[in-house]
């Protein structure tokens, strides 16, 4: 097998994914901020802010789990049945808030039914994302077949463990923190004030999050303490704890100076650095603590042919997205929409 294949594939993949975070993220971020909203036109001008970019942001995610299944079929047969619940039930929840966010717009007067579907769907679907996450950080049973394979040999609800509930809580407060970011920087009067107002709390219970999970997985999994604290590991990987409390002090001097910039960059900053250090932690097991890359890679061939079709295509999801954000580029105003 050429060695290459299956890196290649993890990077295309490990983008595909991260892209998906810090885009949909804002998007659900904003469902997750609408129950703390008054009117229902300032949940009208919230919405307009992501109206021409959420469906296309999910387009990651379809980049993301399929690459997952066609490129390293192993991992995505044992992954699915030890992640099956919190999998469908994000994905329901992302096809109820889509929906929601149709027919919110033609439920006219009264859209309380479907402001309630909006921001549940969102807050259902991150902290199911962080169940998964927890779910794979902390490890998955597998046990090899009789035809030299592999497959979960755990139970229908192992995901479901205090650590995966307090990866769910910091997703969810992750993406309220695009959210309130986003919206300071996209729209203006009330909705803007009170955003920037909830960011910083926002910020502060991330961070905590992130600290508590980044000490409880080395102390509950000695490979991910030896991974970090081992000599010389722990000479190469300090700067990134310091780059992410630099990071976040910048944010919060941002949004302490009423920059709007800023703030979101660096939230977004702060995500692609948890992603990267998840991704030290983890190397080089795709399903820790067994299969890795290169275990659970397709033939060759399979990921040659594929790979060409997503060097056309990725470039063009690139370009489409950039091209979207750069039109509608500016800020909503309170009674302006696409609807």
Not at 142 to 147: D, E, G, S
Not at 197 to 219: D, E, F, I, K
Request: net charge neutral.
């Amino acid at each position: 097998m050429e060695w290459y294949l299956p890196l290649a594939w993890g990077l295309i993949i490990g983008g595909a994914v991260a892209m998906y975070v810090v885009l949909d993220g804002f998007d659900l971020g904003i469902g997750i901020l609408f129950p703390f909203t008054k009117t229902e036109r300032e949940r009208d001008q919230m919405m307009n802010t992501v109206a021409p970019f959420w469906d296309g942001n999910e387009t990651w995610l379809v980049l993301g789990g399929g690459g997952l299944w066609v490129a390293f079929p192993k991992a995505y047969a044992v992954i699915m049945p030890a992640l099956y619940l919190p999998v469908i039930v994000m994905l329901l929840a992302l096809i109820f808030r889509g929906v929601s966010f149709e027919f919110r717009w033609v439920a006219k007067p009264n859209k309380g039914v479907w402001n309630v579907a909006f921001a549940g769907g969102s807050i259902v679907a991150a902290f199911c994302q962080g169940l998964i996450l927890g779910g794979l950080l902390q490890g998955i049973d597998v046990r090899p077949t009789a035809t030299n394979g592999l497959q979960f040999a755990g139970g229908p609800l192992d995901w479901l463990t205090p650590f995966s509930l307090v990866c769910g809580v910091g997703v969810v407060l992750g993406y309220a923190l695009l959210g309130a970011t986003w919206l300071n920087m996209k729209t203006d009067g009330e909705v803007a004030r009170r955003s920037r107002a909830q960011a910083p709390g926002l910020l502060l219970a991330m961070l905590a999050a992130m600290a508590l999970v980044s000490l409880w997985t080395p102390l509950a999994i000695d490979r991910i303490w030896d991974r970090w604290f081992s000599f010389p590991n722990i000479l190469y990987l300090w700067p990134a704890p310091v780059l992410t409390a630099l990071v976040a002090f910048g944010v919060w001097r941002g949004l302490a100076a009423g920059r709007e910039i800023p703030p979101f960059l660096g939230s977004i900053a702060l995500f692609l650095l948890g992603f990267v250090g998840l991704a030290i932690s983890t190397w080089p097991y795709l399903v820790p603590p067994t299969i890795t890359f290169w275990d659970a890679a397709a033939a060759p061939a399979s990921q040659i042919f594929l790979g060409a079709g997503t060097i056309v295509l990725f470039p063009i999801i690139v370009g489409y997205t950039v091209f979207v954000y750069w039109l509608f580029r500016g800020k909503v105003r309170e009674g302006e929409g696409y609807h």
